[in-house]
C-alpha cells in the first residue's frame, strides 16, 4: 500500500461528523495524527536496526519520543507553509509527506535517496513538500528559516515559516539575532524549541540560566507559549494559536515545546548522564502515542482500526527498507554535481 493512501482516506473522512476529544482534535484528526506519529516511530526504529547493522554511516539522531511535536505542528499548517530544522530530522521528514522510502534510501547512501545518496541523515531537502532541511550546524537554520519567512514577507503572501531547533540550540547567537530581524520587520516565522531536556549529553538546567525558554523572544516583543510535547492535542491547539498570529501579520511566534527523547543524542551516545528509571517513567507515564491511543479509544475506535493502521505502518517501514538496501549507490560522477548553481 502506498505511503499516503491510508492517510487520505483518513483525510478524506473529516467531513463527517465525528466526536471532539475534550482537547478540540476530532476523531479523524486525531486518527491522523496517531498514524503519523507511529509512522515515525516505527520508521526511526528500523533506521536505528540499520545503522546497527552498518548500513547506515555517519551519524543518525532519531526521534523516538518526540514524534508529537511536529505532528501536532503540522496539522496545524496548510499548503505552502514552509518547514526547516536540525539534525534530529527524519520525523520533520516523514510528516510533511516525504515518502518513508526516499528517506530511507538516503539514509543508506543510496542514489534513489532524496539527496541522491549524498546527504546523508542530517541533510536531505524536498521542494515539493516545503521541506528545506536537516542541518548539522547547531542553530544554523534559525537564521535560513528567518530568510524563508522574509519572502514570504516580500511576496505578500500568507504563508507561514516553521523554524525547529533544540533547548542547546536556544542560546546561539544567530538565534538572537534572528529574533531580532524577525521581530523589527514583524516575520511570519514561528520558532519551535523542542525541549528534550538535553542539549547532547548536558541537562538544559545546567546550559542556561532560563527556566523558561518560552520567554526568550521577550526582549523583542515576541509572543511565547509553553506547551506539553508529550500530548500532541496541545501541541496543535498552540500551534493553531501561532499559525493565526503570524497569518493576522503579528510578527513572529515562539513555542517552547516540552518533549523528550528516548534514545540517546545520536546513536553513538549510551545516554549515562540520566537514569534507565527516568527514561522508563516517560515511557509508561507521557508517551505521545500511548496517550493519544488511550482517547481515540474513548471515542470509538475499535482495535481492528488500530490493527489496519499499524498494518499499513508496519508495511510501508518494511518496503521501505527493502528498497533503501536494493537501490544502486550513486555514481562517482555525482561528486560534480549539485556543487554550483549558475545564475
Not at 148 to 161: E, H, I, T
Not at 245 to 262: D, H, N, Q, S
Request: hydrophobic share 35%; net charge negative; aromatic share 8%.
Amino acid at each position: 500500500m502506498a505511503q499516503a493512501d491510508t492517510r487520505k482516506k483518513l483525510q478524506g473522512s473529516q467531513g463527517k461528523p465525528g466526536k471532539n476529544s475534550d482537547h478540540g482534535l476530532s476523531r479523524e484528526r486525531l486518527l491522523v495524527g496517531y498514524r503519523d506519529m507511529l509512522l515515525i516511530r516505527r520508521f526511526e526504529e528500523k533506521a536505528g536496526q540499520l545503522y546497527g547493522m552498518g548500513l547506515i554511516g555517519g551519524f543518525c539522531h532519531l526521534y523516538i519520543g518526540q514524534e508529537a511535536v511536529v505532528v501536532g505542528i503540522q496539522l496545524a499548517l496548510s499548503e505552502g507553509d514552509e518547514v526547516i530544522t536540525s539534525y534530529r530530522d527524519h520525523g520533520h521528514m516523514l510528516a510533511t509527506g516525504m515518502e518513508a522510502r526516499g528517506v530511507m534510501a538516503e539514509l543508506t547512501g543510496r542514489a534513489t535517496g532524496y539527496s541522491r545518496g549524498k546527504g546523508g541523515s542530517m541533510h536531505m531537502f524536498s521542494k515539493e513538500k516545503c521541506f528545506f532541511g536537516g542541518h548539522g550546524i547547531v542553530g544554523a537554520q534559525v537564521s535560513l528559516g528567518t530568510g524563508l519567512a522574509f519572502s514570504n514577507w516580500y511576496r505578500g503572501n500568507d504563508r507561514v515559516a516553521v523554524t525547529y531547533f533544540g533547548d542547546g540550540a536556544a542560546n546561539q547567537g544567530q538565534v538572537f539575532e534572528s529574533f531580532n530581524l524577525a521581530a523589527l520587520m514583524k516575520l511570519p516565522n514561528i520558532y519551535v524549541i523542542e525541549n528534550n531536556k538535553y542539549g547532547m549529553g548536558t541537562s538544559v538546567e545546567r546550559a542556561t540560566a532560563s527556566h523558561n525558554l518560552s520567554m526568550n523572544g521577550a526582549p523583542w516583543g515576541i509572543k511565547g507559549v509553553q506547551v506539553d510535547g508529550m500530548d500532541i492535542e496541545a501541541v496543535h491547539k498552540a500551534a493553531e494559536q501561532a499559525v493565526a498570529a503570524c497569518r493576522a501579520g503579528e510578527g513572529p511566534f515562539l513555542l517552547e515545546v516540552m518533549t523528550y527523547r528516548y534514545r540517546g543524542h545520536s546513536m553513538s551516545d549510551p545516554a549515562k548522564y540520566r537514569t534507565r528509571e527516568e527514561v522508563q517513567e516517560m515511557r509508561t507515564k507521557h508517551d505521545a502515542i500511548e496517550g493519544a491511543r488511550h482517547r481515540l479509544e474513548g471515542m470509538g475506535v475499535t482495535e481492528a482500526e488500530f490493527k489496519a493502521i499499524d498494518d499499513e505502518v508496519k508495511g510501508i517501514v518494511t518496503e521501505a527498507a527493502e528498497f533503501a538496501q536494493s537501490s544502486p549507490e550513486p555514481d562517482p560522477a555525482e561528486l560534480w554535481t549539485d556543487v554550483l548553481v549558475e545564475s
